[in-house]
């Protein structure tokens, strides 16, 4: 019903900078919220940004507040994640979600994944 597909993803110094993109077809008309979560080797999947699709609010882990922009362009169904000032604590395997209800950073709440897009920061 909704496809997901995450790019942008690769290897990058610590302070550096990628921006992940995360392509959205099929029925996505009835969408409310996207969002991007990220999972580490051995780690639970975490909540890492959210953004309303047509009132465009957003929703930060603390983690990346300041470092981390969320945005959404609606003519081409299209979210990204500007990541800045990276940090090797910031790699993991970074996934693309959307749902029908309202953002949130629970994991339940969202209806739909993408296949991740692996980031990774060195030291």
């Known amino acids: 019903q909704v496809r997901l597909v995450e790019s942008g993803g690769g290897l990058v110094q610590a302070g550096g900078s990628l921006r992940l993109s995360c392509a959205a077809s099929g029925r996505t008309f009835s969408r409310n919220s996207m969002a991007w979560f990220r999972q580490a080797p051995g780690k639970e999947r975490e909540f890492v940004a959210a953004i309303h699709w047509r009132g465009g609010d957003t929703l930060y882990a603390d983690s990346v507040k300041g470092r981390f922009t969320i945005s959404r362009d609606p003519a081409n169904n299209t979210m990204y994640l500007q990541m800045n000032s990276l940090k090797p604590e910031d790699t993991a395997v970074y996934y693309c979600?959307?749902?029908?209800?309202?953002?949130?950073?629970?994991?339940?709440?969202?209806?739909?994944w993408g296949q991740g897009a692996q980031v990774t920061v060195s030291s």
């Open positions: 979600a959307a749902s029908y209800a309202g953002f949130s950073v629970a994991r339940a709440a969202y209806d739909y």
